[in-house]
């Protein structure tokens, strides 16, 4: 079994090995693989297959897109122990949690594969004579950009709706993480796609994103990303009026109100901000604790931080693996000084572990002044932020003071709470009393500055689809 795959393009159904820059496994920074530098002959053909790819797919029944994507799924499950590898040796997290994403893009395939069937469209009540019909049609040719926090599960979640819709897509995935696209792509190239509804490129991700959004046979572009990226490719889909899907960053708050077990409830945060080294858009970040139990909540909280073991992703006891690349290094270094110079604690870690491979451990901040870079800019790493309030509407203040709303969070016994939280919350997903992850069939995005648009749930399949009126006079 190798344990790196060949990191290629795929463009029209076939494989293209192109000269590239090097991919590093961030525990050593050993180089593993090249990734190909798709040139402007590679981006034109990869529209000219997207474009004719829309075509055989769209006119397709939906049953066998979904056989053919129920096909990939299985494929993915086969092979969950080759692509986790994989994954973990160019991203870093623990393999077991690998393997967690891989069957987590399976179930979510999985799902679209079967909700494609039932983009039905409605027949409206008219006067006799006239048949009044509301089509729900595949957008076209969809342009999908994805980030290397999740190699596999983010570009799954693009494709999959995509395909299920009846779209074709061009994938620009991470070139710091290929390996899961390249991993998803074969999936689906041995479960029989038809050439160019899916088709894979890296490259300089600013040029291929200039060059695909304003080509004419691209109608929808979706990104997951940074903030200042996501402004820049709305701008891009906005001068050709074209609709997108903006998955961007979160400063998730956590409320922890005074009638829970301070005890289980921190163990359950440190063990959750820990996944995946904590580069996830939703994951937990400022902790607002009431004052009463703050003191058993923090102490705990740091324990567990302290006691993770971090190492190698592909040592089965590590708990938390490196940072994904050394520019997370490099904020999490920018972020504990200021907060530290602002008179913040650092209760847990604050500093780089060793000098070689990008490992950073998870780092409790608490009293943190808001005007502290970190209370602000999204961490994207092991960074938690843990501070008192008095009541629940300082704390719902405080989680609403930030121009983000991705996903929140809330920890209470109290029904009257958890109302007032759903209430009043500014983002796109509650979770209380949990901090598991989504499900398939629920939609994921933004409020504010976070984006716009959802993934995943009937809402999210609804972007890659068009709705058609049809007035059709009979007699
Ligand atoms: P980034 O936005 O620069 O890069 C994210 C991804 O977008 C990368 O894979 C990159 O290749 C791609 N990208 C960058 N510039 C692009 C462009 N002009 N056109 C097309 N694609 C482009 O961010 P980063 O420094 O790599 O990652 C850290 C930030 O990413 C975090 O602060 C976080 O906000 C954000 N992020 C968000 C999510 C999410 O799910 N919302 C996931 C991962 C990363």
Redesign the pocket.
Known sequence: MTLYPEIRLYIGGEWKSAPGLPVLNPADESTIGTVPVATRQDLDDAIAAAHDGFRTWSRMAPAKRADIMFRAAALLRQRAGEIAVAMTIEQGKPVAESRGEVGRAAEALEWEAAEGRRTYGRVVPSEPGMRNLVLRQPIGAVAG??????PIA?PNRKVAAALAAGCSIIL?????TPAGAVHLVRAFHDAGLPPGVLNLVFGT??E???YLIPHDTIRMIT????????K??AELAARSMKPAIM????HAPVIVCDDVDPVATATMSAVTKSRNSG????APTRFYVHESIYRKFTETFVEKAKSLKIGDGLDPSTQMGPLA?S??IEAMDTLVADASAKGAHVLSGGSRLGKRGYFFPLTVLAEVPDDARVMRD?P?GPIALINPVGSLDEAIEKANSLPYG?AAYAFTRSAQNADRLADSVEAGNLSINHLVGSIAEMPVGGVKE??YGREGGTEGLSHFTVAKSVSHQIA
Request: some cysteine; aromatic content about 12%.
């Open positions: 950009f994805t980030p290397w926090n999740y983010q620009k995935a991470a070139e710091e991700p600013s291929i994103s200039e990104f997951t990303g940074s903030i200042p990226v996501g820049r490719l998955e961007l960053g979160g580069q996830v858009c939703t690349n520019r997370r999204e994207f991705l976070s984006g």
